[in-house]
């Protein structure tokens, strides 16, 4: 009976040894060349980004865009804005701006967009500045007056002033806006339902924030992105793009209310990410 000859095991050894050698340096040959093409700015963390809410509504405003943000693999910080005014706002977020580690992108929306220019000047790890249906002041401008610099905007019929007495004894006025006209004035591409839970949950601002003027202006150093609402009812069109152009900001038009980010946050996402991949 014939048999087939088999090599020594030592021999059968080597031979598989070999093979495997050869496998293992190809593969790193074939990932070494991957890793060599792939642009540095992948291979960079990602910035946070800090979501600045403005009056009338409060951070569970950004959820949608959140979420997508988070999907996508960035930090995302949803800050609580104080709402008293832009000076002492913006001295809150730059405390949670220093405890921040790594480069940030500041999104602000309405009068998130006032505190936002104010806490990013001399920030160097600030990369980009994103306005959402927001104001973007000079020194020496203030939320009203940008407001009225246009006509459009419907939103002192609908507020309700609520005064307030501090612990020193002085006083002030808080400002909602009214439940019942709520959506209409805010939110109206809104789902009823969102719309009636954000009318509940809203932050009041007080009146004096709306008129106290602006110090600096991080948008003149600092590049910026703006989306701007053809159906707000809060700031006037007009007055968005007056601002948007002035800052030479990036913007982009949508059909929505002044509560875009709950209306299209697919969109407020995709601005977002436009701008933090720019200044990778």
Do not use: C
């Amino acid at each position: 009976m014939s048999s087939t000859k088999r090599p020594p095991a030592t021999k059968r050894g080597h031979r598989l040894f070999a093979g495997a050698a050869a496998l293992a340096l190809g593969a790193l040959a074939v990932t070494g060349s991957a890793n060599a093409t792939t642009p540095a700015a992948d291979r960079e963390p990602k910035p946070t980004i800090v979501l600045e809410h403005g009056a009338f509504a409060d951070a569970s405003s950004w959820d949608g865009v959140s979420a997508r943000l988070r999907r996508a693999g960035y930090p995302v910080v949803a800050a609580a804005n104080p709402l008293r005014g832009p000076a002492s706002d913006a001295a809150a977020l730059r405390s949670l701006l220093d405890h921040l580690k790594g480069p940030l992108v500041l999104v602000g929306h309405s009068y998130g967009g006032s505190v936002i220019s104010e806490a990013a000047v001399g920030e160097p790890r600030v990369k980009a500045l994103v306005y959402v249906a927001a104001f973007l002041p000079a020194p020496g401008e203030t939320a009203l007056q940008l407001t009225n610099r246009y006509p459009g905007s419907t939103l002192p019929a609908a507020l309700d002033p609520v005064p307030f007495t501090n612990p020193d004894g002085s006083t002030g006025t808080d400002l909602y806006i009214r439940q019942d006209k709520f959506r209409a004035q805010f939110a109206a591409d809104v789902p009823s339902g969102r719309a009636a839970l954000a009318a509940a949950a809203q932050r009041p601002i007080a009146q004096s924030a709306l008129t106290e003027p602006a110090t600096t202006a991080a948008w003149q150093s600092i590049p910026s992105w703006d989306v701007i609402t053809t159906e707000d009812r809060n700031i006037p069109p007009a007055a968005q793009r007056f601002m948007a152009t002035r800052a030479h900001a990036h913007p982009t038009e949508v059909a929505a209310s002044h509560s875009v980010a709950l209306s299209h946050p697919a969109l407020v996402t995709e601005i977002i990410e436009q701008a933090a991949h720019a200044t990778r």
